[in-house]
């Protein structure tokens, strides 16, 4: 049975302060159900403890902002555990600052720990992938070196940070086997930097089979329209409520806000500000399952954000056959493909979004439904266990 090691520094906790995203977790959890062995090494930076304390008082104000998840409890000790039959290692990393170098004595005592721990266990990895550049990208290749196993190392977009920690980072991309790109857009923009890979791939996420409707979708007339995801700056939720308070000046139209987050109570100020609060339901967080009714309900699906490096809730609501648009230039764009089989429009500019929002609702029905059947049919190769697949296939034979 093959052997597959993920490092990253994001992945879930097994306390309420679980936050980020789940893509390492699904790609971990869908492997162990195609039948490999999976082991997690989760690098948790650690700072000074001053950097904690500012952390308590700037905590909203950042997340607002950004959405970063800011942790206010310094750890200090290495944790393993069992999660959906994937084994993880959680090790905090102590550096200085953020977006700087982790020191050396951190990352050899990070080596010597999970050397120690993989002694006699019987796992010997055939396959090491790797997500996120500092340090994943020298760990990688010193554990590839080590255990004699092919790389991938899988780019999300910000490998700028390389040459800032690493003056051979050049060297240490050549050691990697395999590239995985999150998006088109994140390739063309590391291949600018680096140079064009020979052996890579896109990685893609994928979403539960079960959410993709075995039902075509019925539109409506009721202008319905759906949000969902944290509620933070960059995803620039109030340029859709620009857009639509534009698009409808009588108020015609319905858009549910599935998500929380540090800037809810901006946008239901702004939502009374433009006069359209009767319009705009906020839930809040709900469950992924309960998300999901109500987006069954709506008809159009939009979230322009400022930057995204990839959104799985993209394909939730095409699955549903709802008209989908996303931001032109990020990692969506080329999943979607504009005016075949959902919309793309650049974010900050709601002037612009509220023109396409009149278009797509003013659409002919069979126009309509001619876009909601190409965005299911694109979405049934994006599954979640599909995408998983192809993810350690490309590992495996490029």
């Not at 084994?87 to 050397?115: A, D, G, M, Q, V």
């Amino acid at each position: 049975m093959n052997k597959i090691l993920l490092i990253t520094n994001i992945y879930p906790l097994q306390t309420p302060e679980n936050q980020g995203t789940p893509v390492c977790q699904f790609f971990a959890r869908d492997w162990v159900k195609l039948g490999y062995i999976v082991v997690v090494l989760h690098v948790q930076a650690v700072y000074p403890a001053p950097f904690y304390w500012a952390a308590k008082l700037l905590q909203k104000f950042i997340a607002a902002k950004t959405g970063a998840v800011i942790y206010t409890r310094r750890e200090s000790q290495a944790v393993k555990y069992k999660q959906e039959d994937v084994t993880i290692y959680r090790f905090p990393c102590f550096k200085w600052f953020p977006h700087r170098s982790f020191t050396r004595l951190s990352l050899e005592n990070l080596k010597t720990y999970f050397e120690k721990q993989l002694e006699g266990s019987g796992f010997n990895p055939d396959y090491i992938c790797a997500h996120f550049p500092n340090p994943m990208v020298e760990l990688l290749t010193y554990f590839g070196q080590k255990y004699n196993a092919k790389t991938c190392y899988v780019s999300h977009g910000d490998e700028e940070i390389l040459r800032k920690i690493y003056p051979d980072y050049y060297v240490l991309l050549s050691k990697i086997d395999v590239f995985g790109f999150r998006s088109e857009t994140i390739k063309r923009k590391f291949e600018a930097m680096f140079g064009k890979k020979n052996r890579s791939f896109i990685c893609y996420s994928g979403i539960p089979e079960s959410y993709i409707s075995e039902n075509e979708h019925s539109f409506s007339n009721d202008n319905h329209f759906c949000y969902l995801g944290s509620l933070f700056e960059l995803k620039r939720v109030q340029d859709t409520l620009i857009a639509l308070h534009i698009a409808f000046p009588n108020n015609d139209f319905i858009f549910d806000v599935i998500g929380d987050g540090q800037q809810r109570s901006f946008l239901e100020k702004k939502s009374i500000d433009l006069g359209i609060s009767n319009c705009v339901l906020f839930h809040g967080q709900l469950s992924r399952n309960e998300a999901q009714e109500i987006l069954n309900q709506a008809d159009y699906f939009i979230m322009i954000s400022a930057h995204e490096a990839f959104g799985l809730v993209y394909l939730e609501a095409m699955g549903k056959g709802l008209i989908t648009l996303g931001t032109k230039g990020q990692g969506i764009d080329g999943v979607i493909r504009d005016g075949e089989n959902g919309y793309l429009c650049e974010s900050n500019n709601p002037e612009r979004l509220a023109e396409i929002i009149t278009f797509i609702t003013k659409m002919p029905i069979e126009e309509k439904n001619r876009i909601s059947k190409a965005a299911k049919k694109t979405v049934e190769n994006l599954t979640d266990i599909r995408t998983a697949q192809h993810y350690i296939d490309s590992v495996k034979y490029l």
